[in-house]
């Protein structure tokens, strides 16, 4: 964690990793817009969207007209949209799903300082009234990492005395967001601005390594950020000015560029990883043009990622011989029954909580972060040039982590099922 730059002139000053709340920009829309309308079945990565200049109306009456970054790009599926995050689509599936619902689930992946003036569509492209921390950030998408479980952010494991004994354990906090299937749908789609051709987070990819990872940007460039993972770290990076003021650089995201020097070298000595597809997961080829399933006539496909019961219906403007089609729906239907079902227990398992923290935690917790705010603090009197913040929140270290992860699964699946 690095909470600004500059000679450190006091103890527990301003921290930006855990205190400096930020717009978020496109960063918000895996956590504000992906999970929620994923999960609750609204959209599917392979969804049509027209992306082209849009007045929505928002919850207040008032008109909002959001821009694209770049250009629009017409009918476009979810996944080309997150590629080159273009804002539209996100907006039209935020007024699908409510911002209601959006609030719900950011609250339920650690994001705190939402008000009631987010209950608005902005908050699709990340215009939060408050701002979130860069903590809060990496713990949001730590639970995409996790496969659908939120977890408490720690600065510690564990404290031992002189002969080896724990005197302190570290307890999260933690609760089932969504599926893990979900999950893997929001990590397969956040791998195309890292490999995509129109990818905004290229210069992220680590080889050998799958790379999940979103851009953000804030009104006058004022915020840049970069948060995304891989199976071992999540890390969330914020560049800006603590008063806002528009960033001047040339190249690339800034942010961005600090998320990718900071996790090539983490990862320089890991074992390749790719992120797992869980079996609940169903795959079809898909038309790109269409974003049904693909037909023999189908010019351009590719293959895309479903929970049970999603999967589209036979792409109509690419058209094939009646033989072949009456055999490929018979399959599709048959899928579809058997889906369903799973797929709503899941559901049912989902959105309860977990929550295990007691008092220990807490007092342990304020302890640390005395002793460490001391060696991790930075002046930040003289910052009014750049501040560069990084929290890396470790999600699944090792084998042995990730099995601990699982465990949790079974657990609060056992406990819901209580
Ligand atoms: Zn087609």
Redesign the pocket.
Known sequence: MCGGLGKKTKAREFNRATMSLRQTGSASKPLAVLAPAISKRKITASSIYDDSATTFTNIDGTEYAPGDYDSYQGKITVRRAVESSQNIPFVKIMEEIKPKTSIKYLKKMGIKNLTQKDNNLALSLGGEEKGVSPLEMAAGYSTIANNGVYIEPTFYTRVTNSSGEDILKTKQKQRKVFSKEVAYIIKDLLKQPVEGSNGTANYCAISGMDVAAKTGTTNENYDRWLCGFTNYYTAATWYGFDMNETINFNGNNPAGVLWSETMKKIHSKLKKAKFEIPSGVKTATI????G?V??E?????YTEYYLFGTVPGK????KESIKTTTKTNTITNETKQNETKTEETLEKNEIKENNVVNKTTQNTEKQNSNSNSNKKNNNTNNTTNTNKNTTTDKTTNNASTQNKTNDVDSEISNNTDN
């Open positions: 038309c790109k043009d269409t049904c693909a037909t006539e189908c010019p351009n496909t792409c109509k403007e690419h």
